[in-house]
């Protein structure tokens, strides 16, 4: 009996402080749930929320999600179990949300932390905003245009693997090359680093962890026990997770040391023509001298590479697609860039400027297949959206996806049309109807670097071949941590012989 009473007692006690150390939690978390009972929500489970109703982010998830913005209007609630998501919808309110600087933060971002570290994307405070400092200066004016090479040399490599597919006429799937070609030209613009891989493929160990590691993220969404952190170590995938966190952190801190010892053995007169994404982050210094670490410089060269290959890779595949599903689209692109592609090989600096047609099309995919459709924002301050108080702690979703397919917004929203995004159209409209690399402070600083390089890729692809669908795949768009599909971008590319 007295082993009974102990026990208890200790169960009691432990119970006790537990809630003692999370009240404030506890208080906040009830408070949040009694402010957003009054918005509009979807039916929901009493335990499970909304997960049963809205599933995995496939086609089903994406047309309900639709149907609710129509429902809705500005914003709703989400329930995963017992937790709630505000879910904007509204240009209006995410500009609101945009303006106030409200911070990221939630559990996707403590999910990636032991891969990512205290990364540019994932950081708050005085901290991102010395490091956003000392980042900048990688996508300046002079830097942007040395990537220019790069950019034209992966397309190269590109061009010979389709010319090499045009010859049997067999369809395959654009999202898979151009994935490489991201990783091709992200590793040689972040550390000058070749490893080959449009031509090895997903063989190499970094490629394959990085390809591994997404998909561990992704999929960790969907099982609800993985969300308590404890069983998603112990589990399998959680172990797998950590093991390919080790190998990443490794790989990329090699190449750190070795270039910082390059970097001191070079002689004060003898400066590098070309300074990479790299260089940058161990010859910056902040208003006090300082530098960043190695843990630091690890941590934002982690976050460019996974920032950058899925985000370029989607950009680039959907725009492929629309281009090759809208052939008369496909041949204005072809007429511009033939002007200045047909005496030459390259795409150079000044041709950017003149893809004023090519940039509609871009730009226009990136609407209809909004790349990144959701971006996370933990409130930190109360503030009041549509008519209702939002508390500090809240956790929203902007819904850029829905926010570029509001009819009010875009007529027909679901048809592509380049023509949205002529000097007039875009005069007309409020900037942030259109949120492919967000807005505000916040926005994504590599978003000229990833535009040049598409438009270098667009251009160098529809200048040698004409792109076509194959109507033997249905396209499913998949909304995963990008806008991919389940079953992959199929085309036919056929060689254009001058």
């Not at 099982?223 to 490794?250: A, D, M, P």
């Not at 410089?297 to 590479?305: G, K, N, P, S």
């Not at 390089?453 to 040698?464: G, L, N, R, Y």
Request: net charge positive.
């Amino acid at each position: 009996m007295s082993i009974l009473v102990v026990t208890l007692t200790l169960i009691i006690g432990y119970l006790a402080i537990v809630f003692i150390q999370k009240r404030k939690a506890i208080v906040q978390h009830l408070r949040i749930r009694r402010a957003l009972e009054q918005f509009p929500c979807p039916p929901k489970h009493w335990l499970l929320g909304n997960l049963v109703l809205l599933g995995k982010p496939d086609e089903r998830h994406i047309q309900l999600k639709e149907h609710y913005v129509k429902s809705f209007k500005t914003c709703s609630v989400y329930w995963l179990s017992i937790f709630p998501i505000l879910s904007i919808n509204h240009s209006k309110a995410a500009k609101a949300i945009i303006k106030a600087s409200v911070p990221k933060g939630s559990w996707i971002y403590a999910w990636v932390r032991p891969w990512l570290g205290r990364g540019l994307i994932f950081e708050n405070g005085n901290r991102w905003k010395r490091n956003r400092r000392l980042l900048t200066p990688s996508f300046h004016y002079e830097r942007l245009q040395s990537y220019l090479t790069v950019f034209n040399q992966c397309t190269d490599t590109i061009i010979q693997k389709w010319t090499e597919r045009s010859q049997n006429n067999q369809s395959f799937n654009e999202f898979e090359d151009l994935t490489l070609l991201s990783f091709d030209s992200l590793l040689q613009c972040a550390f000058s680093v070749k490893i080959h891989c449009q031509t090895s493929g997903k063989n190499h160990p970094y490629v394959a962890a990085i390809h591994r590691l997404t998909r561990l993220i992704t999929d960790r969404a969907f099982t609800l026990l993985h969300y308590i952190e404890w069983i998603y170590r112990l589990s399998s995938k959680g172990r797998e997770f950590s093991q390919l966190c080790h190998f990443v952190h490794q790989f990329v801190e090699e190449i750190i040391e070795k270039r910082k010892k390059e970097l001191e053995n070079q002689e004060q007169n003898n400066r590098k023509e070309h300074y990479d994404f790299l260089d940058v982050l161990l010859t910056g210094r902040d208003e006090d001298g300082n530098g960043l670490t190695v843990q630091e410089i690890r941590d934002e060269v982690d976050t460019f590479m996974f920032a950058g290959h899925d985000t370029t890779a989607s950009a680039l595949s959907w725009t492929f697609y629309c281009l090759a599903k809208y052939p008369h689209y496909q041949e204005k692109v072809r007429r511009e860039v033939d002007v200045f592609m047909s005496h030459k090989n390259d795409v150079e600096w000044n041709d950017l400027s003149e893809m004023n047609y090519t940039t509609m099309c871009i730009k226009e995919a990136l609407r209809l297949y909004t790349v990144v459709p959701v971006v996370e924002r933990r409130m930190d301050q109360d503030m009041i959206i549509d008519g209702k108080l939002v508390p500090s702690g809240t956790i929203i979703n902007l819904e850029l996806y829905c926010i570029c397919h509001r009819e009010e917004s875009w007529p027909n929203p679901n048809d592509y049309d380049p023509d949205r995004f002529s000097i007039e159209n875009i005069n007309n409209r409020d900037a942030f109807e259109y949120l492919p690399f967000s807005a505000g402070q916040r926005n994504c600083i590599g978003q000229q670097f990833a535009m040049n390089e598409i438009k270098v890729v667009v251009a160098k692809i529809i200048h040698h071949f004409y792109l076509e669908i194959d109507p033997n795949y249905d396209v499913k768009p998949y909304h995963s941590i990008v806008n991919q599909t389940e079953t992959g971008l199929w085309i036919k590319a056929k060689k254009r012989y001058f």
